[in-house]
């Protein structure tokens, strides 16, 4: 499988490409990422990047030891992504979502769930959602700086950071996201093994 993975690598491209087409009064851009959780990220690396051919575009290592985020091209301007945690549940139909948005600090779902969904939106106009959000009735967070810094979040925008992001929930308590990127990534963008399995 090691050639599989090696032969899939990006080419160094740029992952993102916009679109300008929009869709509602948020100007939603299509979907940024979809994140699931697996056990073993070293299997779903396989998987998706060696056997489905989705490149590996952006490795995140959890500050803490908390786990892995991983995101991989799935075309057509869309990412899948997949959350590893070490200390995480196991896979238990019912158990499909976290309990409550990350910036509360409700990060962990079960293997094979799906964590969150995000939505594509233009990184010149994220700042106006969350008043619009509110203004709507919907509890949301801030908007967060994604780094590359141990906890992965900054205060502030700066040249590190590589998406910025609204958590909200819908009124099953799925939790959702507006995510802007804020750069294109590009090899030196996948620089942490993956996470070994959990629980065999």
């Known amino acids: 499988m090691a050639g599989a993975l090696e032969g899939s690598k990006s080419s160094g491209a740029p992952a ?27 299997a779903t690396v396989a998987f998706y990047e060696g056997l489905l051919g989705m490149p590996l575009v952006k490795t ?7 786990g892995q985020h991983f995101f991989f091209d799935a075309g057509g301007n869309n990412q899948l992504a997949f959350f590893w945690f070490p200390h995480g549940p196991g896979g238990a139909p019912g158990i499909a979502m976290p309990a409550d948005r990350p910036d509360r600090g409700g990060i962990h779902s079960a293997h094979g769930s799906m ?14 959602l969350v008043p619009r959000l509110r203004d709507a009735g919907i509890d949301c967070s801030e908007v967060v ?3 590359e810094s141990e906890w992965g979040v900054s205060p502030d925008l700066h040249d590190g950071v590589f998406v910025r992001s609204i958590y909200f929930q819908d009124p099953d308590g799925i939790v959702l996201e507006f995510a802007a990127w804020t750069r294109h ?3 030196e963008d996948v620089s942490h093994e ?3 399995s959990v629980g065999g």
């Open 115 to 128: 964590n969150h969904l995000a939505f594509n939106v233009d990184c010149e106009t994220i700042d106006s």
């Open 145 to 147: 700086n994604h780094d």
């Open 60 to 66: 995140v290592e959890l500050g803490g030891g908390l």
């Open 194 to 196: 993956p996470g070994p």
């Open 16 to 42: 993102m490409a916009y679109s300008n087409q929009t869709t509602g009064p948020f100007g939603v851009r299509g979907i940024n990422h979809l994140a699931l959780v697996c056990s073993d990220m070293a």
């Open 185 to 187: 990534l590009g090899p």
